[in-house]
């Protein structure tokens, strides 16, 4: 009998170097092990935090890693991920109560999709393996999401080879759903015909295959504060409406006053244009494409103060403390890797507060200590449970300047 001890980051139980999925820190199971990993374990004594999945396909889907869990623990245990990341950077902080998006609200997914010798399969891999696995009683995406999974399937019968897999990204606009394809086949005069007249049928927002727009009944859009913006077609948002509404009010609220605020990793003006209604804002983004869709809703929307874009690539070419000295505040939003090259700069500047959001703890305390040790407190942490069920964490933490 093996005893589980704690949880890796994926959300799977760990115990003497052997990994089991779907288990928890305290209970007693028994199964086959292979390199290391039990992959069908036996529950011979649950944990009091086991609970029933409340959605059928658990069982065989990859798409969730913890639903096995109690609410309250997934959020102690991601809040707790967190904290052991800054620990082992020499650091702590205040930390906010977590917030959690609810069932159903994943407006954005991307969806695995092989064609068949007769139909096509849609959904997330199964687990830990290439499998598709059906998802039509999902418990994570928005029922606007998967009422179009008929008319994905018609995409790959049509547009699929039996010998790949296509990605399919769909987003729910306040109009109806986007879908972006790739891994499908190359456009021919034939798909060109077929592909727009499947989205037609089932009223796509608009339908892109390979970066290629090939239907727009009108541009699919968000309300980001005051403005509506249109963004490039399968472009990154973020995935919930609650998980945003968190993630920007916290960013209010470490932003305060500030009068100048420069939005590093901009995207497409989550934060910017909210912000723009107190402060004049300059976004930098290394995608042109999303600049200019920020730039259009700012244009557009009344009552928003100045915002300039700049289209910059910050892992090599960071603002420099010259640069930062007009500002504020700082909001920035890296992907994964982080910001190590611009949070060195930050380092250099004297910019008052920074509002750091981030998706990944462990590179977040990696830069969280460089700005710590030029002079910065970690004022507190909000941890956003954006994606239910998942072993992802999201979060916003201020930092404000002591000294120089």
Not at 169 to 177: C, D, L, N, P, Y
């Amino acid at each position: 009998m093996i005893i589980i001890e704690r949880l890796n980051l994926k959300g799977e139980g760990i115990a003497h170097g052997i990994t089991a999925a779907r288990t928890l820190p305290g209970e007693e199971i028994d199964g086959e092990i292979v390199d290391g990993r039990i992959a069908q374990p036996r529950i011979v004594t649950p944990s009091a935090q086991r609970v029933s999945a409340p959605c059928r396909h658990y069982k065989a889907c990859g798409g969730c890693a913890v639903m096995h869990a109690s609410d309250a623990f997934v959020a102690d245990w991601k809040q707790d991920v967190v904290q052991h990341a800054l620990s082992a950077q020499g650091l702590n902080a205040a930390f906010r109560p977590l917030l959690t998006s609810p069932p159903k609200s994943r407006r954005r997914a991307t969806l695995a999709g092989r064609r068949l010798k007769s139909g096509a399969l849609v959904g997330f891999h199964a687990r830990a393996s290439d499998t598709v696995t059906a998802i039509s009683d999902c418990q994570l995406l928005d029922p606007a999401l998967l009422a179009v999974i008929p008319a994905l399937e018609e995409l790959v019968i049509i547009g699929g080879s039996r010998k790949g897999e296509m990605k399919l990204t769909i987003t729910a606009f306040s109009q109806a759903v986007e879908v972006s394809v790739t891994g499908g086949k190359p456009l021919d005069n034939a798909l060109r015909v077929s592909l727009p007249q499947i989205a037609g049928r089932h009223g796509f927002a608009r339908l892109a295959w390979d970066g290629d727009v090939l239907l727009q009944t009108e541009p699919p859009t968000l309300t980001m504060g005051r403005a509506q913006v249109s963004p490039p077609a399968g472009a990154f948002l973020q995935a919930t409406p609650q998980g945003e509404a968190a993630l920007l009010a916290a960013v209010k609220e470490a932003v305060g006053e500030a009068r100048y605020v420069a939005d590093l990793f901009a995207g497409c003006g989550t934060f910017s244009l909210p912000l723009a209604e107190t402060a004049e804002v300059h976004a930098v983004e290394s995608l042109a494409a999303m600049l200019e869709s920020l730039d259009r809703g700012w244009r557009t929307a009344k009552g928003l103060k100045r915002v300039t874009t700049e289209t910059r690539d910050l892992f090599r070419r960071p603002l420099l403390p010259d640069e930062l000295a007009k500002y504020d505040a700082v909001v920035m939003d890296p992907p994964r890797a982080g910001a190590e090259a611009q949070v060195h700069e930050l380092a250099r500047a004297s910019v008052p507060i920074i509002a750091a959001v981030s998706c990944n703890p462990v590179t977040f305390a990696r830069d969280a200590r460089i700005l710590v040790q030029s002079g910065y407190q970690l004022d507190w942490v909000q941890v956003v449970d954006q994606f239910r069920w998942s072993a992802h964490v999201e979060l916003v933490a201020r930092f404000s300047r002591i000294n120089s």
